[in-house]
């Protein structure tokens, strides 16, 4: 049996071995011969038998006579070509075999997505899921995944008018065209679209399901230190990671909500690059990842529903004018707290994936519920020393362990810039000496991040803060001269600030022994400039534990808000949180943090009822010399 006119031949079939052809849509009688076998879709069934396409031009029917099982419409099955008739009719015969190849008729050779950068310039035909469809001013563009990668697909029917109106997202299709370069990738140039159904379908989906699982499995690599404490963590971070790798290669975009600080900074910038480069490696164009992923500031330590909303109505919008999934959104450094439920509830109402890995002091019964996994020392009873930056080089190390040497300072950078005391301090600071970082380096790195974020506000920064942290930087002279620069002009500010605030500053002894310090930051301190209240506060204190050696607790208050911070003194702020909220009526206090750092929030007529409460609740904390600073860090 010889193949048919047009016939595109794959692998030698095997001796004794049957070939069943498949026709492109544009098939006709010309592309088939009498005798030859040929994948066919019911399209009707009538008493006297079924009517079969072979292609969108070529139908013919299977007489009850010649049928082996019962088919409706939409069931595919294998026919032999009978009888052409002069009128140009034609009739099947249902036939059934053990084993067969299937061969392309009228179509270019069958690939992969992976082999199309070799096949610029030649007919292809790609069978895929359809991630994106996207509507341009001209050519509809969908994104389509097989089991090696992902391909834009360009159809073209009028300007800015969408080919292909039946096909939705999530179908499985067959695309056949010729492959352009495009994008620093390739593109599909599609000649036929068609969707579908069936085994066809399952099987496509089959071999996506099982190449996605092992795309997916994290790399296994070792931690940057040895640290028992942070040992507990890795399942949870692996799983974390596996399913960033998954959402990437499922096609769902990110949106990652970070902490604007050091620490949110040094957890989000080593991950949106990783998951950059993931996106690289298995989509056929270099603009993918600016479209997949989005890097967010917060200013809140909590998930605000003035930011959910502008995340919710981006990925509507998204979804309606670029054909998007909607997103999973990924929270660092944050996302932990009851605060944080409002938003999610939110989400909840389109089924948006959460993911947190944070570090702050959890409400598990209140969170857990409403998200999709949750990384937190706190859960393995550990706890705030093991900082969102460190999990979070860890994480992008499993996405990407190529980057491992570029980030081999950051969590050095992370810890400093969230006064981490944790076992593993010295370890991480000695890494980033190899790497030319002192202890001066990293208090500098951590400030000029603080510092840069503030005027930054809601921008992500992009370049000035990738080079700021050297990552991704190409150039160290540059890095350097951007930290002496904004770490300058941080500690100019701070003098500043501090020169107006300390004289203002209310002190006392408490019972238990700490030095405490109060100071309403709102009246005694400059307002929207740097720093802002909460790292006012935070300086303050600083000052006074080096002054004092001693154990110190510093409120720094404004008219309906209160930063806390302690040194020595076993603070339990998410606790007090709640004993205040149940016994000021009418207080509304909310809040929360580490046991050494925090802030509530409270209506502005009960503040001294409240800061009160919370006095009283601090004399009575105990004296803790582990959570006094030890100089892991010299102050010089």
Known sequence: ??????????????????????????????????????????????????????????????????????????????????????????SFEEVQFADYTTESVGRGSDAVVDDLADATGETVTVRGEILQIKQTGGPTIFQLRDESGVVPCAAFDEAGVRAFPAVDLGDVAEVTGRVESRNGGVQVEVEELSVLGGDREQAVRDDIDEALDEAAEPADIDPLVEWPAFEKLWDDLRDVARQLRRTVLEGRPIRMRHHAD?????????????????????????????????????????????????????????????????????????????????????????????????????????????????????????????????????????????????????????????????????????????????????????????????????????????????????????????????STRAERDIDTQLDAAMDHLEHEHLDNGAHLYQIDVEHHAHRFTYPAPGKTTGKIHDRKVEETGDPVITIGYGPDFAVLRSDGVRLDIPEYVTELTDEIDGGGVSGGGHLVVGSIKFVKGMREQVIDALVEKMADAEIDEELQSTGVLSQD
């Open 1 to 90: 049996m010889s193949p048919p006119a047009g016939t595109d031949t794959g692998a030698p079939v095997p001796d004794g071995g049957t070939v069943v052809y498949e026709l492109a849509d544009g098939c006709t009688l010309d592309d088939v011969e009498e005798g030859s076998c040929y994948v066919g879709t019911v399209n009707g069934v009538v008493e006297y038998g079924v009517f079969v396409d072979l292609s969108e031009e070529l139908s013919g029917l299977v007489h009850d006579s010649n049928l082996v099982g019962d088919y409706d419409v939409g069931d595919e099955l294998v026919v032999e070509l009978a009888q052409v008739r002069e009128n140009g009719d034609v």
């Open 262 to 486: 050091g620490d949110g900074l040094c957890a989000s910038v080593p991950l949106q690059l990783a998951l950059e480069r993931f996106v690289a490696q298995h989509y056929q164009d270099d603009e993918a990842g600016r479209h997949m992923l989005k890097r967010l500031p917060s200013k809140a330590p909590y998930y605000e529903l003035e930011d959910v909303t502008r995340d919710l109505n981006f990925a509507l919008e998204n979804r309606e004018r670029h054909g998007q999934k909607l997103p999973l959104v990924l929270m660092l450094d944050n996302g932990s707290t009851e605060e944080d439920t409002p938003a999610y509830r939110n989400l909840r109402h389109y089924d948006i994936p959460v993911v947190v890995v944070d570090h702050h002091h959890p409400d598990p019964e209140a969170v857990e519920p409403l998200i999709d996994a949750h990384v937190n020392p706190y859960l393995h009873d550990e706890d705030y020393r093991i900082t969102t930056g460190m999990m979070c080089v860890e994480l992008a190390r499993m996405i990407d362990p190529s980057l491992t040497d570029e980030l081999r300072h950051v969590p050095a950078v992370a810890g400093v810039s969230d006064r981490s005391e944790g076992e593993a301090m010295p370890d991480y600071v000695e890494l980033a000496r190899q790497e030319g970082y002192d202890e001066a380096d990293l208090r500098d790195v951590g400030e000029a991040l603080d510092y840069a974020t503030f005027w930054l506000k809601y921008d992500d920064g992009r370049e000035l803060i990738d080079d700021a942290l050297n990552v991704n930087c190409d150039d160290r002279d540059r890095h350097e001269e951007i930290v002496e620069f904004l």
